[in-house]
C-alpha cells in the first residue's frame, strides 16, 4: 500500500495509552500523518454499525479502513500503520509470523480488557 492511501483508524480516544500512540505515531510518520483520518469509535458508532462493526468490539480492538473500504483489525491493523513507516517495516513482519501474532493479540486482548474494566466500561 502506498503511504499516500488514506486510511482511517477507529481507535478509543478515552484510552490515554491510544492517544499517546496515535501522537507517537502521528510524530514518527511525519508528512504522511495528515493520509490518515483518526476518528474515535464513540463519536462513530453508526458509522461502524453501517459497515458490519459492533462499536463494543471494536473498543476492544483496533480497525482500519482502507481507501478501497477494506476493514482490517487488531493485530493486522497495527501491522498496517508500522508498515507505512520505514523504521518500524521489521516489526510488523516479525508481529506477523505465526505463533507471535496469536501471543500479541492474547496478551493486547487481556490488557484492553484490564484498561476497561479499570475505567469501569466493561462489560461492553
Request: glycine letters at 6%.
Amino acid at each position: 500500500m502506498s503511504s499516500k492511501t488514506l486510511i482511517n483508524v477507529y481507535y478509543d480516544a478515552q484510552c490515554p495509552l491510544c492517544r499517546q500512540e496515535r501522537r507517537r505515531y502521528e510524530r514518527w510518520s511525519g508528512r504522511h500523518a495528515k493520509d490518515i483520518g483518526w476518528l474515535d469509535v464513540s463519536e462513530h458508532e453508526q458509522t461502524l454499525r453501517a459497515k458490519g462493526v459492533d462499536p463494543a468490539v471494536a473498543l476492544r480492538s483496533l480497525h482500519i479502513e482502507t481507501a478501497q473500504g477494506q476493514l482490517i483489525e487488531g493485530i493486522d491493523a497495527y501491522r498496517l500503520l508500522m508498515k507505512r513507516i520505514p523504521l518500524l517495516v521489521p516489526v510488523a513482519w516479525l508481529i506477523g509470523l505465526p505463533g507471535i501474532k496469536p501471543a500479541l493479540r492474547t496478551l493486547y486482548d487481556v490488557w484492553v480488557k484490564r484498561r476497561l474494566k479499570k475505567q469501569g466500561r466493561w462489560p461492553l
